[in-house]
């Protein structure tokens, strides 16, 4: 067969597969592979969007923008007024501030749908609900093709319970969810009560995906300067563990998509949360690491596992290894085991 096609034996040995089908569909949107680039500073300009697009990523989702960069902004020219002498002119500066960086990222959705041809999803995060809804209406305006609500609220007071923190997100997907019509992913962090329970609501209510996991920014202590320091920005592989165990428990159950974020740096890491029924994987960290040309690695390498498995479309695998098809379903449930706890280490 190779000698009657001899094109066959160079595909093979470039590492591609031409039987291989890595079309998926995430949160209705139609994508040529699970590959998505998050949101970063790899998505924020329209030079390094088409270098994404270039290394084979399906879709990319923009750089979130932020509301309170812009109020900072404000309240940082504010400064310089005397209230009483000034106060007509307040509201002007926090428009014009707002407008203006709003503007700059409308134009960039524009522009980005007029030069690529992959999906263009946009990222906000808002601390007003006024916020969430004129962002989200502009951003449906621009063209862009779907929404990730970045929704990172840390409850800090004690009279604050789990109860208000949910109802919080929910309202702010309801509220969306009524205003525009694109197709809506929350990305969020795992610190939830019963996130099972928490999940399922959201998709109740709408959600078309949940983005797992949101990794909040890092921070440290220097013990010699005694002040606050970054913390390490970027993931790893050992990242991977608590989005691919919560993937792998709701993928069967709950009726949203699911993308794979932090800690998906290669090719295995991708084909396991794929397993665990992940529509998506969000690559950011191994691009920082190892550059654009990692997409095409990672696809790379799902193409020769699917073509030694015998799969040839990603549907015949997806969610194979959710906790639905696992022969042993308690065992994702498990946060220790005995043995680990008891079994004595020989320590020199």
Same mark, same amino acid.
């Given at each position: 067969?190779?000698?009657?096609?001899?094109?066959?034996?160079?595909?093979?040995?470039?590492?591609?597969?031409?039987? !291989?089908?890595?079309?998926?569909?995430?949160?209705?949107? =139609?994508?040529?592979?699970?590959?998505?680039?998050?949101?970063?500073?790899? +998505?924020?300009?329209?030079?390094?969007?088409?270098?994404?697009?270039?290394?084979?990523?399906?879709?990319?989702?923009?750089?979130?923008?932020?509301?309170?960069?812009?109020?900072?902004?404000?309240?940082?020219?504010?400064?310089? /007024?005397?209230?009483?002498?000034?106060?007509?002119?307040?509201?002007?500066?926090?428009?014009? +501030?707002?407008? #203006?960086?709003?503007?700059?990222?409308?134009?960039?959705?524009?522009?980005?749908?007029?030069?690529?041809?992959?999906?263009?999803?946009?990222?906000?995060?808002? +601390?007003?609900?006024?916020?969430?809804?004129?962002?989200?209406?502009?951003? @449906? @305006?621009?063209?862009?093709?779907?929404?990730?609500?970045?929704?990172?609220?840390?409850?800090?007071?004690?009279?604050?319970?789990?109860?208000?923190?949910?109802?919080?997100?929910?309202?702010?997907?309801? &509220?969306? *969810?009524?205003?525009?019509?694109?197709?809506?992913?929350? &990305?969020?962090?795992?610190?939830? +009560?019963?996130?099972?329970? #928490?999940?399922?609501? /959201?998709?109740?209510?709408?959600?078309?995906? /949940?983005? /797992?996991?949101?990794?909040?920014?890092?921070?440290?202590?220097?013990?010699?300067?005694? !002040?606050?320091?970054?913390?390490? %920005?970027?993931?790893?592989?050992?990242?991977?563990?608590? !989005?691919?165990?919560?993937?792998?428990?709701? $993928?069967?159950?709950? =009726?949203?998509?699911?993308?794979?974020?932090?800690?998906? %740096? %290669?090719?295995?890491?991708?084909?396991?949360?794929?397993?665990?029924?992940?529509?998506?994987?969000?690559?950011?960290?191994?691009?920082? &690491?190892?550059? #654009?040309?990692?997409?095409? !690695?990672?696809?790379?390498?799902?193409?020769?596992?699917?073509?030694? %498995?015998?799969? &040839?479309?990603?549907?015949?695998?997806?969610?194979?290894?959710?906790?639905?098809? $696992?022969?042993?379903?308690? =065992?994702?449930?498990?946060?220790?085991?005995?043995?680990?706890?008891?079994?004595? *280490?020989?320590?020199?």
């Amino acid at each position: 067969m190779l000698i009657k096609f001899p094109f066959l034996a160079i595909i093979k040995e470039q590492g591609g597969n031409i039987m !291989s089908d890595l079309k998926t569909n995430y949160m209705g949107l =139609e994508l040529k592979n699970p590959f998505v680039i998050g949101s970063s500073g790899l +998505t924020s300009n329209l030079d390094d969007l088409k270098k994404c697009e270039d290394n084979n990523a399906s879709a990319v989702v923009l750089k979130s923008l932020f509301q309170e960069q812009f109020i900072k902004k404000s309240q940082e020219i504010e400064g310089y /007024l005397n209230y009483s002498h000034y106060e007509e002119v307040y509201d002007y500066i926090r428009n014009t +501030t707002d407008n #203006f960086g709003q503007q700059n990222y409308l134009k960039l959705i524009e522009n980005a749908k007029k030069k690529l041809d992959i999906p263009v999803i946009a990222s906000i995060n808002c +601390t007003s609900t006024k916020g969430w809804l004129k962002y989200a209406e502009h951003i @449906e @305006e621009a063209g862009a093709d779907g929404l990730e609500l970045n929704i990172s609220f840390l409850p800090t007071d004690v009279e604050i319970d789990s109860n208000f923190v949910e109802s919080k997100y929910i309202e702010i997907l309801k &509220k969306v *969810k009524n205003k525009i019509d694109l197709p809506i992913a929350l &990305k969020i962090g795992p610190y939830f +009560t019963a996130f099972k329970n #928490f999940a399922d609501k /959201l998709s109740v209510r709408g959600a078309d995906a /949940l983005v /797992l996991f949101n990794r909040f920014y890092q921070f440290d202590i220097d013990i010699e300067n005694l !002040s606050l320091k970054a913390g390490n %920005h970027l993931s790893s592989s050992d990242d991977l563990s608590t !989005s691919l165990r919560w993937i792998a428990l709701l $993928s069967a159950e709950i =009726e949203n998509d699911f993308a794979a974020t932090t800690g998906v %740096h %290669h090719g295995p890491d991708a084909v396991k949360q794929l397993l665990a029924g992940a529509k998506v994987v969000q690559l950011c960290s191994t691009i920082y &690491k190892n550059g #654009f040309e990692q997409i095409n !690695s990672i696809k790379n390498f799902l193409e020769s596992w699917m073509d030694r %498995h015998g799969y &040839k479309s990603i549907n015949q695998f997806r969610g194979l290894l959710n906790q639905s098809e $696992s022969e042993y379903p308690q =065992e994702y449930e498990r946060m220790q085991y005995i043995e680990a706890l008891t079994k004595e *280490k020989n320590i020199k």
